[in-house]
């Protein structure tokens, strides 16, 4: 099933593409095994309107049936996912995948938001404090402010109550 937790909002050949993480398998602050799931509307305002307009990519190819949405990226175990185009940097789409609250992560690169998806890196943020819930999260990708050289992400610390950002090597 599609996670209604659509995001990271892509525009490409006159569409509107989200993402959205599925946690098939939780753990305390965790995810232990999920799939990244993918749907596409038209890139207009009448159509992000209509809920009847989404299709969701499937084994077979697109279906307006977000129970049949499968997964894009294999190997995942999604907490949380962003995707951004950082094309410009000659990267293609980048996904920050959030492994957990413990700040670890997993790149993923495709040149469309169909993939093909190959890892592209793995690492974590420094995060302390917190606990339970309040935790690192958060990770998200900034193209505007990375470089060919390091990818910018941002993120929720606990121990400090803000936003940090942390330039990280591709």
């Known amino acids: 099933m599609c996670s209604p937790n659509l995001g990271s909002p892509v525009f490409t050949g006159g569409y509107l593409y ?3 993480s599925v946690c098939d398998t939780p ?3 965790a995810c232990a095994a999920g799939r990244v799931t993918l749907a596409r509307v038209r890139a207009g305002p009448a159509a992000w309107r209509d809920p009847a307009a989404y299709e969701y990519r499937a084994p077979a190819g697109w279906t307006r049936d977000a129970f049949q949405a499968g997964a894009v990226v294999s190997a995942a175990a999604p907490y949380a996912v962003h995707v951004a185009d950082y094309t410009a ?7 920050v995948e959030q492994r957990g609250l413990d700040g670890r ?27 339970g819930l309040d935790q690192c999260r958060a990770l998200i990708g ?10 910018l992400l941002s993120y929720y ?14």
């Open 27 to 29: 753990g305390l602050g």
């Open 142 to 151: 900034h193209p505007e402010l990375s470089t060919r050289r390091a990818l």
């Open 105 to 131: 992560y997993r790149l993923w690169r495709a040149p469309a938001p169909e993939g093909p998806w190959r890892p592209a890196g793995d690492g974590a943020v420094p995060c302390s404090g917190g606990s």
């Open 89 to 95: 940097l000659g990267k293609g789409l980048v996904m």
């Open 157 to 170: 610390d606990p121990a400090g109550h803000h936003i940090t950002a942390r330039a990280v090597p591709w």
């Open 18 to 20: 989200l993402f959205a």
